[in-house]
């Protein structure tokens, strides 16, 4: 595979002036240096070709990029990856775009602990087709709010993920989390780094 469609880089001052105020905020205790920008190729429910770039934290780079790399190679549908910046950092407006995304810098609502995705250690894939759902105080709670039309997983539908599938066995096999096995609640489009990993890798994040 030609490499400069699939490698690689740090942060550029360019990239760093795109990113900067959006997923990366004036907040961030990640720094710079702990990200990479990743460039590759993926296609879209009919067979063709886009290319698409995520951030994600340089401990996963390698291994994201192959993942990507092999489900380009499979066929396997990816609709959109643009980085979220593209969408002022929303990640409702992204979900709602079926955008794939990694990196977005934010805090676990009601406290002061970095998310996973405020680490760049926890990936999207084709979310509005694959939601987050959770029963809030007896409601029913789903984003993106477009993806109501998809959470009943014994239906068939466009870039569905599944326990059994390509992209679910990859990203399981290099040491990611699935939300969709998760019980209290289901992140269909999710796939995280352990608490336990991140531990190691970032104590003075805990």
């Excluded at 549908?77 to 992204?94: F, K, N, Q, W």
């Excluded at 760049?120 to 084709?126: C, Q, R």
């Excluded at 709010?145 to 990203?171: E, V």
Aim: net charge negative.
């Amino acid at each position: 595979m030609n490499n400069q469609n699939f490698y690689i880089s740090h942060i550029t001052p360019a990239l760093k002036q795109r990113m900067t105020g959006k997923s990366y905020k004036s907040d961030c205790r990640l720094p710079w240096d702990e990200l990479r920008y990743i460039h590759c190729l993926h296609v879209d429910l009919d067979g063709l070709t886009h290319e698409g770039e995520m951030v994600v934290n340089h401990h996963i780079a390698d291994s994201v990029l192959n993942i990507l790399r092999q489900l380009y190679e499979a066929r396997y549908p990816i609709e959109r990856m643009r980085l979220i910046d593209d969408y002022g950092a929303d990640d409702d407006l992204s979900m709602e775009d079926n955008n794939s995304s990694a990196f977005n810098y934010r805090l676990i609502a009601h406290t002061d602990k970095i998310s996973k995705h405020g680490l760049g250690l926890a990936v999207d894939i084709n979310p509005l087709y694959n939601p987050y759902v959770k029963t809030v105080e007896g409601s029913l709670y789903v984003a993106p709010a477009g993806g109501k039309a998809y959470i009943d997983r014994q239906n068939s539908f466009p870039y569905k993920i599944t326990g059994n599938d390509l992209c679910c066995q990859l990203f399981r096999s290099a040491g990611f989390q699935w939300g969709g096995d998760w019980i209290e609640k289901k992140d269909y489009q999710h796939f995280e780094i352990g608490t336990e990993q991140i531990a190691q890798w970032y104590p003075q994040f805990e």
